[in-house]
């Protein structure tokens, strides 16, 4: 019996001293956790850089609309081609994107469509709320709105379904007080700008 004993006591003396599977098992155990982080910063970093591609393309649609004092159907659909370009590398598939001419009620200090062109279009005459500190009397907006469905590559840190990403963006028409839309035909003047 005591030389059963001491050879327990040895079996588990070297059981202890002995650190042969101990990197596999650590590794067993902190791997999982590293993907997960590696995954995640991965689709993290992905979707920061496609929302910054989001608020840009409202911000070109808004700005190159504003720089014109009319535009017709021709010109909005470069611009909503223009879009595509812009989200390269990632899938130009679910983007919304529409632009809005809005006009500033002097009375009310509410916005309200004059003219909206794109994939959501608003109708015209309807109201849209914007930042208070836009709501300049009798003045015109720009608005350019869009929506990105972010489908991440790896669905187990963020939803499957993916992530809606929107933004929207205002611009001062530049040339004139308003854009017209549509263009006049060729050898007449533009129209006054003038509120629904």
């Known amino acids: 019996m005591l030389k059963l004993w001491y050879r327990a006591r040895l079996s588990v003396r070297d059981l202890i001293a002995d650190r042969r599977g101990l990197a596999a098992i650590e590794f067993a155990m902190i791997v999982p956790i590293m ?7 991965v689709e993290l970093s992905s979707g920061v850089a496609v929302d910054r591609k989001v ?13 014109s004092s009319s535009v017709a159907d021709a010109d ?22 529409t632009i809005t001419e809005l006009y500033v009620d002097p009375i009310t200090l509410k916005a309200r469509v004059q003219w909206s062109k794109g994939s959501a279009a608003r109708s015209k005459d309807s109201i849209v709320g914007i930042p208070t ?43 004139n007080p308003c854009v017209i839309y549509p263009t006049p035909p ?7 700008c003038a509120p629904v």
């Open 186 to 192: 060729a050898g007449t003047s533009l129209p006054p």
């Open 55 to 67: 608020t840009l393309v409202a911000r070109t649609l808004s700005d190159l609309t504003s720089q």
């Open 35 to 41: 993907l997960v982080m590696f995954f995640g910063t």
């Open 133 to 175: 500190a836009l709501a300049i009397a009798n003045s015109y907006l720009i608005m350019g709105e869009v929506s990105y469905l972010y489908l991440p590559t790896v669905g187990y840190v963020m939803s499957k379904s993916g992530i809606n990403l929107t933004s929207t963006a205002y611009t001062r028409p530049r040339q």
């Open 76 to 97: 909005l659909n470069n611009f909503f081609t223009i879009k595509n370009a812009m989200l390269t590398p990632y899938p130009p598939g679910p983007v919304q994107a």
